[in-house]
């Protein structure tokens, strides 16, 4: 198995470099077909790298649709190579997409096909309950007769597996019913081979025209991996009825077929065929014990992500169980969160009376005081209450109340660094910069000049304080009344430091009242100057010197 994955591997980077210079060939059709019916090993090549091409693509450029579908085919391919686990992975992906999309028909198609790939994929591995419990549900959201059809003969696979043949004969003989006067002959073939094979374990007579019919309607259509299953099976047949000249022809006629397409693994079963016609003793022992070592090897390999899945009623009591845990582990965070509150109160406090020795500083403290109270009681203290209110419900999950205590946190962030005093060891670099950064988002865009080559260190304390607070009153003023979506910040120092503020939005004509008053009165404090350039519709330009 391991030497078929490397040679795939190889296959896949030789073909990639193949394709760098050619067209690509934007078909879903095209590479899906190909998919279903490959006639040789390689021939999944060419689809796993055009899908794996459509799931590298930026979300712009692609749908979500497409990208389900995608993984469904890659998944397909995975599993036809022998790579359970990526499969299965990217078979849940495709599911978890689906969920978030609205439900259409081809949405339910593609997840019922999704389902019963999964059911393919633990059949392969021995879990029979769980493939059972997938294949139930692809039936489940199956409402196209091919489909049910194709999903029922699986069922009788798994059956088959479990050696509970009468079952897998009634699910077959339900699916054949289905068919009726339905022309599918593909399909037709495949349910009547494995019909033939069922009723040859219950009875080693039985079975034979069915598997025969079978070979006459995948001949009729040229399918050769079909062809080459019948070859198999009618092989197994003659030699359960002891003909084992009929049951060599049919192996050598697979091995013809399994050479001619180049398919190692199919190649293999021929050749395990022609091995068990030999009637060597020892070469038969060596084949009974290097499958069941290869069969223990694989089971212990595999990671299934699916049985992590959480689908069933112990799931959902584990997760009630998990939700008490989490909602002490928020009476932990809440209460964390109040420390936060003491500390940054602790802070602003601190700062407003370290400035009480002048007299108009001391007065803006009082005003300040005033209104950090209100907003403290007003959104913070609201809204600890609400989040409390909502800890006390069973309703709220932990995601719900991770959200407010977020929204709490970044309540008190915002007092604090609106209050936040600048020290003399701190660097005023990272200080300024970390400002304009938090007014940058997905609208707008902050874009600051020759920042970090000013030398900060000449500057006082006092002047740091009060040209941090004229920035900031700037960039809450651009958020609230701009509607900018560039901001860009120059700085130059010739003797004194020159700023140049400017953005790209609605502009106004200039009235110097509130925050613009307070920004050149902060300035004018420390021996500056500043000056405003506005029109409407032409932004606003704002040039600073300190």
Same mark, same amino acid.
């Given at each position: 198995?391991?030497?078929?994955?490397?040679?795939?591997?190889?296959?896949?980077?030789?073909?990639?470099?193949?394709?760098?210079?050619?067209?690509?060939?934007?078909?879903?059709?095209?590479?899906?077909?190909?998919?279903?019916?490959?006639?040789?090993?390689?021939?999944?090549?060419?689809?796993?790298?055009?899908?794996?091409?459509?799931?590298?693509?930026?979300?712009?450029?692609?749908?979500?649709?497409?990208?389900?579908?995608?993984?469904?085919?890659?998944?397909?391919?995975?599993?036809?190579?022998?790579?359970?686990?990526?499969?299965?992975?990217?078979?849940?992906?495709?599911?978890?997409?689906?969920?978030?999309?609205?439900?259409?028909?081809?949405?339910?198609?593609?997840?019922?096909?999704?389902?019963?790939?999964?059911?393919?994929?633990?059949?392969?591995?021995?879990?029979?309950?769980?493939?059972?419990?997938?294949?139930?549900?692809?039936?489940?959201?199956?409402?196209?007769?091919?489909?049910?059809?194709?999903? +029922?003969? %699986?069922?009788?696979? !798994?059956?088959? #597996?479990? *050696? /509970?043949?009468?079952?897998?004969? @009634?699910? =077959? $003989?339900?699916?054949?019913?289905?068919?009726?006067?339905?022309?599918?002959?593909?399909?037709?073939?495949?349910? +009547?081979? %494995?019909?033939?094979? !069922?009723?040859? #374990?219950? *009875? /080693?007579?039985?079975?034979?025209? @069915?598997? =025969? $019919?079978?070979?006459?309607?995948?001949?009729?259509?040229?399918?050769?991996?079909?062809?080459?299953?019948?070859?198999?099976?009618?092989?197994?047949?003659?030699?359960?009825?002891? *003909?084992?000249?009929?049951?060599?022809?049919?192996? =050598?006629?697979?091995?013809?077929?399994?050479?001619?397409?180049?398919?190692?693994?199919?190649?293999?079963?021929?050749?395990?065929?022609?091995?068990?016609?030999?009637?060597?003793?020892?070469?038969?022992?060596?084949?009974?014990?290097?499958?069941?070592?290869?069969?223990?090897?694989?089971?212990?390999?595999?990671?299934?992500?699916?049985?992590?899945?959480?689908?069933?009623?112990?799931?959902?009591?584990?997760?009630?169980?998990?939700?008490?845990?989490?909602?002490?582990?928020?009476?932990?965070?809440?209460?964390?969160?109040?420390?936060?509150?003491?500390?940054?109160?602790?802070?602003?406090?601190?700062?407003?009376?370290?400035?009480?020795?002048?007299?108009?500083?001391?007065?803006?403290?009082?005003?300040?005081?005033?209104?950090?109270?209100?907003?403290?009681?007003?959104?913070?203290?609201?809204?600890?209450?609400?989040?409390?209110?909502?800890?006390?419900?069973?309703?709220?999950?932990?995601?719900?109340?991770?959200?407010?205590?977020?929204?709490?946190?970044?309540?008190?962030?915002?007092?604090?660094?609106?209050?936040?005093?600048?020290?003399?060891?701190?660097?005023?670099?990272?200080?300024?910069?970390?400002?304009?950064?938090?007014?940058?988002?997905?609208?707008?865009?902050?874009?600051?000049?020759?920042?970090?080559?000013?030398?900060?260190?000449?500057?006082?304390?006092?002047?740091?304080?009060?040209?941090?607070?004229?920035?900031?009153?700037?960039?809450?003023?651009?958020?609230?009344?701009?509607?900018?979506?560039?901001?860009?910040?120059?700085?130059?120092?010739?003797?004194?430091?020159?700023?140049?503020?400017?953005?790209?939005?609605?502009?106004?004509?200039?009235?110097?009242?509130?925050?613009?008053?307070?920004?050149?009165?902060?300035?004018?404090?420390?021996?500056?100057?500043?000056?405003?350039?506005?029109?409407?519709?032409?932004?606003?330009?704002?040039?600073?010197?300190?």
């Amino acid at each position: 198995m391991k030497s078929i994955k490397k040679s795939f591997l190889f296959f896949i980077l030789f073909i990639s470099f193949q394709l760098l210079g050619q067209k690509q060939i934007d078909s879903l059709t095209f590479y899906s077909e190909m998919v279903k019916n490959p006639s040789k090993e390689f021939d999944l090549v060419k689809p796993y790298l055009f899908f794996n091409k459509i799931l590298n693509k930026p979300l712009n450029e692609t749908s979500k649709i497409n990208i389900i579908y995608a993984l469904s085919y890659k998944s397909s391919i995975e599993l036809k190579q022998g790579f359970n686990y990526e499969s299965e992975t990217n078979a849940i992906k495709g599911l978890d997409l689906i969920k978030k999309e609205k439900q259409t028909n081809y949405l339910r198609k593609i997840k019922t096909g999704l389902y019963n790939h999964l059911g393919i994929l633990y059949r392969k591995q021995n879990f029979f309950i769980k493939s059972h419990e997938l294949y139930n549900k692809a039936l489940s959201f199956s409402n196209n007769l091919k489909d049910s059809i194709t999903i +029922l003969n %699986n069922i009788a696979n !798994v059956f088959k #597996k479990e *050696n /509970k043949y009468t079952k897998a004969k @009634e699910t =077959l $003989l339900k699916a054949y019913g289905k068919i009726g006067k339905n022309k599918y002959d593909k399909l037709l073939a495949r349910v +009547l081979d %494995n019909l033939g094979v !069922v009723k040859s #374990k219950i *009875n /080693k007579n039985d079975g034979e025209e @069915e598997i =025969l $019919l079978a070979l006459k309607l995948r001949k009729k259509k040229g399918y050769l991996l079909g062809i080459q299953t019948s070859y198999n099976n009618l092989s197994e047949f003659y030699r359960r009825n002891l *003909n084992l000249k009929k049951a060599k022809e049919y192996a =050598l006629k697979s091995l013809k077929i399994a050479n001619e397409t180049r398919n190692t693994l199919n190649r293999q079963k021929s050749l395990g065929l022609l091995t068990e016609l030999s009637g060597n003793t020892y070469v038969m022992e060596y084949k009974k014990i290097n499958d069941s070592i290869v069969k223990a090897r694989q089971k212990n390999s595999n990671k299934f992500a699916l049985l992590k899945y959480n689908t069933t009623k112990e799931k959902e009591k584990a997760k009630e169980s998990e939700l008490k845990r989490e909602k002490a582990e928020n009476s932990r965070i809440l209460f964390q969160l109040l420390g936060l509150f003491v500390v940054v109160l602790s802070i602003i406090t601190y700062f407003f009376y370290r400035e009480k020795h002048k007299k108009k500083i001391v007065e803006r403290v009082i005003e300040t005081e005033g209104k950090i109270s209100k907003t403290i009681h007003d959104v913070i203290a609201n809204d600890i209450y609400h989040v409390m209110a909502k800890f006390q419900s069973e309703s709220s999950t932990r995601e719900e109340l991770l959200d407010d205590l977020e929204k709490v946190y970044d309540s008190a962030r915002d007092i604090s660094r609106d209050n936040y005093i600048i020290e003399e060891h701190m660097n005023f670099e990272e200080i300024i910069y970390d400002l304009f950064m938090s007014y940058k988002n997905e609208k707008v865009g902050i874009v600051t000049k020759n920042l970090q080559k000013i030398n900060w260190t000449k500057f006082s304390v006092q002047k740091k304080n009060m040209l941090y607070r004229v920035l900031k009153e700037l960039m809450t003023n651009m958020r609230k009344y701009s509607e900018a979506t560039l901001v860009t910040i120059g700085f130059e120092q010739k003797g004194k430091i020159h700023i140049k503020y400017k953005d790209n939005g609605v502009g106004a004509v200039v009235s110097k009242k509130n925050g613009l008053l307070n920004a050149e009165n902060r300035i004018k404090s420390v021996g500056g100057s500043i000056i405003f350039n506005s029109e409407p519709g032409n932004g606003f330009i704002i040039k600073i010197m300190v």
